[in-house]
């Protein structure tokens, strides 16, 4: 006879947008995948495994049962009321849930992206201001994509100039299997190899669909597609074994350009050439390549610096001649990761802290009620507390904070969190000087730092400067250049001629490996100071 399964009904009430959403699953399943899977995206930073305690849901109707992670979580009253880790959930009966009013969703993303720099001059990609108005024309246009670990945001353009049209952003839903590569990497490993990859490729092409539908132009009429990203987003995207990417050999399971066409990994019938543009290394993906292109390092008589500040700070140091490249494991504090009250850049997120005449004020993006601090607010808040003397030059909280930690907006910022953004911060420094000193120059001779990144586009460079993120010598030297990963895919549509460009960058680079460097852990404690 035959046996049919029951499957559990889960309803998911979203409070923000005030709609429910029925979820079936088996027993047995993972509540935080389950949800991840229906699209229901709820911060997971630590990728389920337990530890960040920001995967939150409360049940109000059925039952979960309280596991360990549960009780180092939440308070006894917390765990009366219901609050659980979806990644510890395993749901055995139909339940109803809220998801956390903290979502992952709705980051602000940065897509403004640079001209090639001259000298003198900074200017813009030409964006068109009636993105709207198109009218079909066969093979007129092209995609832009930027694959980053957090977001990912997609340029339509026109051809042959290269004018964006329009833009689409969205979070990488990725996420839920963690928010740094490392945690990727070990899902991949662990047998979500193929999940990973249906995640990307269903949130890229929907972006491509959507960019299409809201010009009206046909899939069929996009030329060609770019896609820059760092090497293992590249390896998820394409389903390739990440099995090398983070022991030895430390080698990406392809090398070069890699060129293929659409209906390989969206199964959609248009075969749209697809290129996806190199790294250096495994650890310098090519997001760096597209970056240092868009930069024009490659064009440069004089050294340029370029840090691109993510949860891996990767930072090049050269000229058209010898480009110097490494990768530092920065970690998710300046997207907010791994602090206390940290969130991504949402709406709500504290973005900007200042504290004049005894008082501390901020701001959140879209002046929403504060959920948290983002990055910018995290490097903000701590140089205004150490110019007030809250916090001393080893990152120690006065004794009357140490406990309890700083009151802001309803929150407490804790000694902890100073300690994670001084290990991010450390690792920068300690990479910027080796850099320095590898290439046998004084930050003096450095013409120009290109600071990229979504965080690196709103930081204050005076306060990053007091914390030592960016060297004191640099601070005048130092431009935001935005999203230069889309930037650099951008000039490959534009020009095919850059292909050779990019190759002749990769040529010039040599990779610096900064644990192989003597001296390199005394460096980085010495940067941890204030
Ligand atoms: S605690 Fe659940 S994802 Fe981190």
Do not use: W
């Not at 029951?6 to 979820?23: A, C, E, F, G, Y």
């Not at 596991?67 to 659980?84: C, I, M, P, V, W």
């Not at 990497?185 to 539908?213: H, P, Q, T, V």
């Not at 004084?442 to 979504?454: L, N, P, Q, T």
């Amino acid at each position: 006879m035959l046996c049919l399964e029951k499957r559990i009904v889960i309803r998911v009430k979203d409070s923000i947008n005030n709609k429910d959403t029925l979820v079936s699953m088996s027993k047995g399943e993972n509540l935080l995948e389950t949800l991840a899977s229906s699209k229901l995206s709820i911060f997971s930073e630590c990728g389920g495994r337990g530890t960040c305690g920001k995967c939150i849901v409360k049940v109000v109707e059925g039952r979960l049962k309280i596991t360990l992670q549960d009780k180092a979580s939440f308070s006894t009253s917390e765990l009366e009321g219901g609050y659980r880790l979806a990644c510890m959930a395993y749901p055995d009966m139909d339940c109803t849930i809220i998801l956390s009013s903290r979502r992952n969703t709705d980051y602000k993303v940065v897509t403004e992206t640079l001209n090639h720099p001259t000298n003198t001059e900074y200017s813009k990609i030409k964006e068109t201001s009636h993105p709207h108005t198109l009218t079909y024309e066969k093979k007129a246009y092209a995609i832009a994509i930027d694959l980053g670990t957090t977001t990912i945001a997609l340029a339509l353009t026109d051809l042959p100039g290269g004018n964006i049209l329009d833009k689409y952003t969205a979070i990488n839903p990725q996420r839920v299997y963690g928010a740094d590569v490392v945690s990727r990497i070990k899902a991949s490993n662990e047998g979500k190899l193929n999940s990973l990859a249906l995640l990307i490729r269903e949130e890229l092409l929907k972006g491509i669909l959507k960019l299409g539908e809201k010009n009206q132009i046909k899939i069929e009429s996009i030329d060609n597609i770019v896609i820059a990203g760092n090497t293992t987003m590249i390896h998820l995207l394409m389903g390739y074994p990440c099995n090398t990417l983070g022991t030895f050999p430390f080698a990406p399971y392809k090398d070069g350009f890699i060129n293929l066409l659409s209906d390989e990994i969206f199964g959609i019938s248009e075969k749209i050439p697809i290129t996806l543009i190199p790294g250096i290394s495994v650890f310098v993906g090519g997001d760096i390549t597209a970056g240092l292109l868009a930069c024009g390092i490659n064009r440069e008589d004089k050294p340029c610096l370029f840090i691109d500040l993510g949860t891996n700070g990767e930072i090049a140091l050269g000229n058209r001649e010898r480009i110097l490249a490494t990768s530092t494991a920065a970690g998710p504090a300046f997207e907010g990761g791994n602090i206390s009250c940290g969130v991504g850049s949402i709406p709500g997120a504290i973005c900007h802290v200042s504290y004049e005449e005894g008082k501390l004020s901020y701001k959140t993006i879209n002046e929403e009620p504060a959920v948290g601090l983002c990055g910018t607010g995290v490097v903000e808040l701590i140089s205004e507390l150490l110019k007030e003397g809250i916090i001393d030059s080893s990152g120690l909280l006065k004794d009357s904070y140490f406990d309890e930690g700083y009151p802001i907006a309803g929150m407490k910022f804790i000694q902890k969190d100073i300690r994670e953004l001084q290990l991010a911060k450390a690792a920068i420094g300690a990479g910027v000087d080796i850099l320095v000193k590898s290439y046998g120059i004084s930050y003096e001779e450095i013409d120009k730092v290109f600071i990229a990144g979504g965080f690196g586009y709103h930081l204050d460079i005076n306060k990053a400067a007091m914390i030592g993120l960016i060297p004191e010598a640099l601070t005048r030297k130092a431009i935001a250049v935005g999203n230069t990963s889309l930037a650099g895919a951008i000039y490959l549509i534009k020009d095919s001629d850059t292909k050779n460009k990019i190759e002749h960058i990769i040529l010039t680079a040599e990779e610096v490996h900064l644990s192989n460097v003597e001296g390199f852990n005394e460096l980085f404690m010495r940067y941890m100071s204030f």
